[in-house]
């Protein structure tokens, strides 16, 4: 398995910014798949990113297409999410997670994961 560590999270006024950060340690970096999930209070965890191995793009949640960016740097064995434009319905918490699959877009295809950072919209 490989080790992920989320940061980046914090509060933000809509139409701000963030960008979250995923380290990974433990398996080689261009060994799997990478994708961002969130989890929002009462809510269950979905799919916010996903970039594969070769740096494919997966996808974007429809809520999120044409504001957030998923890339990863190989240098520095991390993966990020670039969030522009954020509203208070992105609230929640955000989980980076690995996978050996090819693309995958479901939470059961990850087997790897960190613990969270949260990230907090006001209006």
């Known amino acids: 398995q490989v080790q992920l560590v989320e940061s980046g999270g914090g509060l933000v006024q809509a139409g701000g910014s963030l960008r979250l950060s995923c380290a990974a340690s433990?398996?080689?970096?261009?060994?799997?798949?990478l994708g961002w999930f969130r989890q929002a209070p009462g809510k269950e965890r979905e799919f916010v990113a996903g970039?594969?191995?070769?740096?494919?793009?997966?996808g974007y949640a429809d809520s999120v297409k044409g504001r957030f960016t998923i890339s990863r740097d190989k240098t520095k064995n991390t993966v990020y999410l670039q969030m522009n434009s954020l509203k208070p319905e992105d609230t929640a918490i955000y989980y980076c997670?690995?996978?050996?699959?090819?693309?995958?877009?479901?939470?059961?295809?990850?087997?790897?994961w960190g613990r969270g950072t949260q990230v907090t919209v006001s209006s």
């Open positions: 970039i594969t191995r070769s740096d494919t793009i997966i």
């Open positions: 433990g398996r080689t970096f261009t060994s799997f798949a």
């Open positions: 997670a690995a996978s050996a699959n090819r693309a995958p877009k479901f939470e059961y295809e990850y087997d790897s």
